[in-house]
């Protein structure tokens, strides 16, 4: 089956640039993008490609180069469908926030929509892709539903788990480690693996398409993902008992990095790991292996997450421990609100725990970030639910200046590693500072001495 026209339930950060490369990439499919925010849409159809919804270095490039050709993005879900004989599921799969699983399930009620939508709209056969990050056995679930509120149409489950970094995505899409799609095991599960392989074949080498059952395709995404975060926390970890030792983190880092068994990639301290992936994942994986009865794997995992909320506290306890104990009234400028550089995504970022933090201490914090928006940086704090939305109001102020944003401030803490910070004029910020002039480094973006040479107290994780 040679696929001609593709259908994405979901514009956003997975959704949007995936869809946008198989558009560029695959000239004689149409692919159309649908999700109900009317306003989302409208930017991805934005003549300027700075207002697009997401920030993707070479992203806009891509979807000029297919939008209006064979790139589309509507708000016209139920035509989408109709038209499609492939349907990507590109929804947001959040941690439940109530019920059984809270705090660690995955809530499935957007993947349920969109499956019953597909089923009540669907009039000939389809295969549905499951692209969002989703809990094993779920492709079970979802064939369910198709199968038993459909109109008789047969459909095919087949799981493609994204392996996208925020800040890279373009790159990791034009040049992937590998593919992962899995589907069933009888003649037509093969031929709807082979429908998808033959997409993705229009660019990447076939060898790097590696093909499973649906069950291995689901529980790798969450393990590779697992995995990543484990590190980050094993090595923050250890960038706490650097700090107690007189040990430099980024050298330990090196040395260890070095060996080939390791290698030396997500082995930077931080002040945590953030983004719509990980905690989600691992949180994920606990629920899954608790349901099995298996507590000490649960445990195992459930301490990368509590390393890392232990990280984002301790950064926020040594500015006010360094602040003579006390941060009320006081200005502390933070640099950077997204979770990672290179992308507008905020979700779980280190920068809103932080800022809890301060708050809950009456401190007044200035926030400065290239690509986030002053309405994301309050939906952000709002969700925490700690405050009232006024009081947040209150406590903190968005700037779209940098130097502004560090003007009279009592510290500076940076928390996304943006590349143009280290190209400020470092001087011009100590001068306006209030003294002693407090830098806290917490993705270890400046160096060390060249910051305390200019006059700065500097403190960065690990050293």
Not at 105 to 114: R, V
Not at 275 to 283: A, V
């Amino acid at each position: 089956m040679k696929i001609k026209n593709i259908c994405c339930i979901g514009a956003g950060y997975v959704g949007g640039p995936t869809m946008a490369v198989i558009a560029h990439k695959c000239p004689d499919i149409k692919v159309t993008i649908v999700d109900l925010n009317a306003q989302r849409i409208a930017d991805w159809n934005d003549e300027n490609t700075e207002n697009l919804p997401v920030y993707e270095p070479g992203l806009d490039k891509i979807v000029l180069s297919a939008r209006g050709r064979n790139l589309f993005f509507s708000t016209d879900v139920e035509k989408a469908i109709d038209e499609a004989e492939m349907i990507f599921i590109s929804v947001n799969t959040p941690t439940k926030t109530y019920g059984l699983g809270k705090g660690m399930a995955a809530d499935l009620k957007y993947i349920e929509l969109c499956a019953r939508q597909i089923a009540a709209v669907s009039k000939n056969n389809k295969i549905v892709v499951e692209k969002s990050t989703l809990p094993v056995r779920t492709a079970e679930a979802i064939k369910n539903i198709l199968d038993n509120t459909g109109n008789g149409v047969e459909f095919q489950i087949l799981s493609n788990p994204e392996f996208l970094a925020e800040g890279t995505a373009i790159d990791d899409l034009l040049n992937p480690d590998r593919v992962l799609i899995g589907g069933g095991t009888d003649t037509k599960g093969q031929e709807a693996i082979e429908a998808l392989v033959e997409v993705y074949a229009n660019w990447i080498p076939k060898e790097r398409i590696l093909t499973t059952n649906v069950w291995s395709s689901e529980l790798s995404k969450l393990t590779a993902n697992a995995f990543l975060a484990q590190r980050v926390s094993s090595i923050n970890a250890m960038s706490e008992l650097c700090e107690k030792t007189g040990a430099d983190v980024s050298e330990v880092a090196r040395a260890i990095g070095m060996d080939s068994r390791i290698g030396s990639k997500f082995l930077k301290a931080s002040v945590g790991f953030g983004g719509s992936c990980f905690q989600k994942d691992i949180l994920n994986l606990v629920y899954i292996a608790k349901s099995y009865g298996l507590n000490e794997v649960a445990d195992y995992w459930e301490q990368v997450i509590i390393m890392n909320d232990h990280q984002k506290r301790r950064f926020a306890a040594n500015i006010i421990k360094t602040l003579y104990n006390t941060v009320s009234g006081k200005k502390i400028a933070f640099l950077g609100w997204a979770f990672k550089k290179d992308t507008n995504d905020t979700r779980e970022s280190a920068a809103i725990y932080v800022a809890d933090d301060l708050l809950f201490e009456q401190a007044n914090i200035a926030v400065y970030d290239p690509k986030v928006e002053e309405h994301t940086i309050f939906r952000d704090l709002d969700y925490l639910a700690t405050r009232k939305p006024e009081e947040n109001k209150e406590g903190v102020t968005v700037f779209e200046d940098p130097y502004e944003a560090c003007r009279d401030a009592h510290a500076i803490a940076i928390l996304t590693e943006w590349d143009e910070f280290k190209q400020y004029d470092w001087d011009r910020i100590y001068h306006n500072m209030k003294k002693p002039a407090f830098v806290f480094d917490g993705r270890n973006v400046l160096d060390v001495e060249e910051m305390r040479s200019k006059g700065f107290v500097f403190s960065s994780i690990g050293k």
